[in-house]
């Protein structure tokens, strides 16, 4: 079996890694952020500006593309890749997150969910046979199993019910046929509670995948309670193996669970903020470049950043196209905290090979 992962350099002072993970269109260097491409598209960027800006690999999400444009039309195009102009790497979710985001839209059954469509409520069965399915004519180059993530607050009783569901799923969508290359993750949930999350850890290692993520953080927990759900699952993963924090997060957050040795990072956050006007500085502060006192700031969004928008626009002229409803404003923006979030991570691959992780972390602490 070909190598999937490879740890270059640890960090003294930490368990922070860099790495590599190979997949079928080449490597991927880590620590890594993947832009969010839910419906086939990162929001108001295209590939090649993507491609610019360094993205190695960006996500695609199961429940969304099955709805629209749909597997036939997916398969007819040739896959996700063909379908959306990206040449690198794709990883896509399951649809397990819209089992706890949809709650009123689905009734869990032993073997799925089965789904009122949000877009007309068309009724429709997804579980690990039929995610794992979707999945291959995605033709993703990492899947992710099918797993139900844990709402919170769950009491203790709650969190062993879902995770029971989580462990058979993921045995199930273990056994599923993929295509020639495609590599799947785990995920490990347990929610809030140590004790569950190092169980969650050993059961699907001892399924066996690929990859391992971590599962069910950012869903309304404290930054505090997130973190114990990391410290906890994170070193009952293979050390050989990559590991993905799902849904995370804001770049302290990044670094801090760097700093715990996991290598891939995911969130909506610099392009949803981007569309509303607020633009990453310093070390994880927004500003609000539409606010009314940018008016007559003829600065740069950041003096000390080289993207395309600080390098040629000013602060009043973003203010100003946010104020009138010009997409450029959302575009330059959005394209601004990619930049951001693609930077910082070279930055911690930098501080690890020089061996001044620590340093970079205390910035952001």
Known sequence: MPEVF?????????????????????????????????????????????????????????????????????????????????????????????????????????????????????????GPVESMRIQRTLDSDIVMAFDECTPYPATLSQAEKSLAITTRWERMSREQPLNDGQLRFGIVQGSVYPELRRKAAADIVDIGFDGYAIGGVSVGESEPEMMVAVDAAAPCLPENAPRYLMGVGTPRQIVESVARGVDMFDCVMPTRLGRHGSAFVGAGETIPVKAGRYATDFSPIDPECDCYTCRNFTRAYLRHLFNVGEILGVRLVTLHNLHYFLHLMRRIRQAIESDTFEELRREFA
């Open 6 to 126: 490879e740890v270059l350099k640890r960090a003294s002072g930490s368990a922070a890694r860099r790495g590599r993970l190979f997949t079928r269109r080449g490597a991927v260097e880590t620590p890594v952020f993947m832009p969010v491409g839910t419906r086939a598209t990162v929001k108001a960027m295209s590939p090649a500006e993507l491609e610019e800006l360094g993205a190695q690999i960006i996500l695609g999400n199961t429940y969304h593309l099955f709805l629209r444009p749909g597997m036939e039309i997916m398969a007819q195009a040739g896959g996700l890749h063909r379908f959306a102009n990206w040449n690198r790497s794709i990883l896509t979710d399951s649809g397990g997150f819209q089992v706890f985001s949809l709650t009123r839209l689905r009734k869990m059954e032993p073997d799925g969910v089965r789904f009122a469509s949000h877009i007309d409520g068309t009724r429709f069965f997804l």
